[in-house]
């Protein structure tokens, strides 16, 4: 399987299209575009998983490490768009009371 990605930016916000699964074999092309993102005090953004099929281990450490990354330069974070088995793999490793997770994407 694979993964793809798009950006789209509407000023400070930045929407980030994930669709696919990401797991081991999947989760550097994820990571390597979470790399190339710039991100300053005024950036939000906003992870739209909702076309996302899978995701193990290895796509939640290219989360979480994104998550830091934007943390440490106070921009703001937030995933959207979860489904009810990513939403529980959030839940069952903490990480849903650490990000700030809608779960419904209103446009």
């Known amino acids: 399987m694979e993964v793809n990605i798009h950006v789209r930016e ?3 916000l930045m929407i980030i299209y994930i669709m ?14 979470f790399e190339s993102i ?3 005090e005024s950036s939000i953004f906003e992870l739209d998983l909702s076309k ?4 193990d281990s290895t796509g939640l450490g290219v989360m979480v490490g994104f998550y ?11 995933l959207v768009g ?3 088995r990513l939403k529980r ?10 990000m700030e997770i809608e ?3 209103v446009e």
């Open 10 to 12: 509407q000023g400070n």
């Open 20 to 33: 696919g699964e990401i797991d081991t074999y999947t989760a550097p092309k994820l990571r390597e575009k």
């Open 38 to 40: 710039k991100i300053n």
């Open 52 to 55: 996302v099929e899978y995701m």
């Open 68 to 78: 830091k990354k934007a943390k440490r330069e106070k921009a703001k974070i937030k």
């Open 82 to 84: 979860l489904s009810t």
């Open 89 to 98: 793999l959030f839940k069952i490793t903490g990480l849903s009371e650490l």
């Open 103 to 105: 779960v419904e994407k």
